[in-house]
């Protein structure tokens, strides 16, 4: 702290000293024009009120003062000290919402003041700053810029007013309670009210019961009672580094699908969580029918909620609930060709799969982005003859709590099918894991009629073995059983507009499947075919699982697929 508590350097007349080519800084005795001018304990005082130190404002414990100064005082002039009048404000101090009430007793006798342009920021935060702005990924980008924000705070006060402080918080329910000969000054009076919060700041050893104007408290016993103003202490660094640390902001959020929402008219309605995205999701609520008419999303912090609200009627509520460290990362999103949305599926970080919201019309699209958890949507809701309900939803993915996501580099082929029928998603029995597909069976005749496959587990050696649901009816059975180290690498087929018709899958080990269906369409007929595209490291990837439609009645057959490839 040899900064804070220096004396002006007055050149001697006569000599040299004018032409002296290396003068030393101005140094300012802040407090040289009040009464504490021979006080010899300044730098103390200083340290004791956090002058020119950081503060971390980043949760919801309060503001925490730092030891560590974060800036230092540049400026030609000394920073502006006014001695204030000791007096006492006993306030009532609603917040926003009216709920908490405040009483605070103030005993002032100083005020600082610095401005922002007499302030550079000490040599060790700016080198620990372009450091982080060197590492290799976005994410550890991230972690390192909020580390150094952690240990050097995120606001540095530009205003502090110094004294002795008695503040009492209660619920305005718990207040309203109390006799109107409440003592706001008496520290023993208010402790014993166990649902109110006391703080008192004040640096004495033994605190006296009032706290008043007329009360002799010594100078090292001064704390921070306010701070009026403070300034964001990446604001202190040059200004190159600040465009630096803007850019890598801008890649914090992610917006997919990359849709545009709209064009809307005067029966639709926006609704953008943008300004939640510092928050956590705790929790997602749905209303559907055979529609998604209304998703609300809950936060962790308890206290705030996005509510993208259509109409709710004919249908009913489903909460999908998340664990600490669980998040949504990624959405599959059934929109129907008249362009609603007919469904919508959560899948986290954990590989949890909620159930199938909506109805049973659509084609999926997988919303995802690479290290992004889910944060909010935008959405547009439109009227409808059936009430207001979804045209458009894009998933807002934020992009530093995560370097990394399980299953991130799997690649979804399209959709071949129908537009109708029950969805289903074999990520519910592969989840997370490595688990590869050994066996699997097939009934067809004129066309598929039902697909299943069968797992085994890497990790359990081969031992355990977990089988998928039927997806369709039964008909002509047919298996393809898979060796060790075996997997399918492409597949091809037909469908109509109704049902897959006709499959066939080559494995890596160069063999074929028969083919399975005889392709017998009603109507137009279209045929496909996928390969496993190459992984970063330019290696096939696997059939790991699907995911598609199949007719809502048991005894019908395939109406639709997708295949989801992962590296090897």
């Known amino acids: 702290m040899a900064q804070l508590n220096p004396k002006i350097f007055q050149p001697k007349s006569g000599g040299n000293n004018n032409n002296n080519i290396h003068p030393p800084d101005l140094d300012y005795d802040i407090f040289a024009s009040t009464s504490l001018k021979n006080f010899q304990d300044k730098d103390a005082l200083l340290q004791n009120i956090g002058y020119l130190c950081g503060v971390r404002v980043d949760n919801n414990d309060g503001p925490q003062t730092l030891t560590r100064q974060v800036a230092k005082f540049t400026g030609r002039g000394s920073p502006f000290v006014q001695q204030i009048t000791s007096r006492i404000a006993s306030n009532n101090q609603p917040n926003t919402e009216g709920t908490w009430l405040t009483k605070r007793t103030l005993v002032q006798r100083f005020r600082v003041r610095v401005s922002p342009k007499d302030l550079a920021p000490v040599p060790e935060f700016k080198a620990e700053i372009e450091a982080a702005l060197k590492r290799s990924t976005t994410f550890h980008q991230f972690e390192a810029v909020y580390q150094t924000l952690h240990d050097w705070g995120d606001v540095v006060p530009l205003e502090i007013e110094m004294g002795a402080s008695l503040v009492f918080t209660d619920l305005e329910s718990n207040m309203s309670k109390l006799p109107d000969t409440a003592v706001w000054n008496n520290t023993h009076y208010l402790t014993t009210i166990r649902t109110g919060r006391t703080t008192r700041q004040e640096g004495t050893d033994y605190w006296e019961n009032v706290i008043s104007p007329g009360r002799d408290i010594r100078p090292l016993d001064w704390r921070r009672t306010r701070v009026t103003n403070v300034l964001d202490t990446i604001r202190l660094l040059p200004v190159e580094l600040q465009g630096r640390l803007s850019e890598l902001y801008t890649r914090r959020l992610s917006y997919i699908p990359a849709i545009t929402i709209g064009p809307s008219d005067s029966s639709c309605t926006t609704h953008d969580d943008t300004p939640l995205a510092g928050k956590t999701i705790s929790g997602v609520s749905i209303y559907a029918s055979d529609y998604i008419r209304s998703i609300k999303f809950s936060y962790a912090d308890k206290l705030s909620w996005g509510k993208h609200e259509g109409s ?149 050696q081969g031992r355990n073995e977990t089988q998928t649901e039927c997806h369709g009816g039964r008909g002509n059975r047919k298996e393809f059983v898979l060796e060790t180290d075996e997997h399918f690498v492409s597949v091809s087929g037909r469908y109509d507009n109704e049902r897959i018709t006709q499959l066939s899958f080559v494995t890596n080990k160069s063999r074929s499947t028969e083919v399975f269906g005889k392709g017998k369409s009603n109507g137009e007929s279209h045929s496909f075919a996928v390969s496993s595209p190459k992984d970063k490291e330019g290696k096939r990837m696997r059939l790991h699982y699907v995911c598609g439609k199949r007719h809502w009645a048991s005894d019908s057959y395939l109406n639709g697929i997708m295949f989801v490839w992962s590296p090897m």
């Open 312 to 460: 709710e009627a004919c249908g009913s509520q489903h909460d999908f609930l998340l664990e600490n460290g669980e998040y949504v990362t990624e959405l599959l999103i059934w929109k129907s060709s008249w362009r609603y949305v007919n469904g919508l599926q959560l899948v986290t970080n954990s590989g949890r799969c909620s159930p199938h919201f909506g109805g049973v019309w659509g084609t999926p699209t997988v919303a995802r982005s690479k290290g992004g958890v889910l944060v909010g949507i935008i959405s547009l809701i439109k009227q409808h003859d059936y009430g207001r309900m979804f045209r458009d939803i894009q998933g807002i993915w934020r992009h530093d709590i995560f370097d990394k996501i399980p299953k991130e580099e799997d690649v979804f082929s399209d959709y071949f099918g129908s537009e109708h029928g029950k969805p289903f998603n074999d990520r519910i029995v592969v989840r997370n894991s490595d688990m590869a597909i050994s066996k699997m069976e097939i009934w067809s005749g004129s066309v598929i009629d039902c697909l299943q496959f069968t797992y085994r587990d890497k990790a359990g």
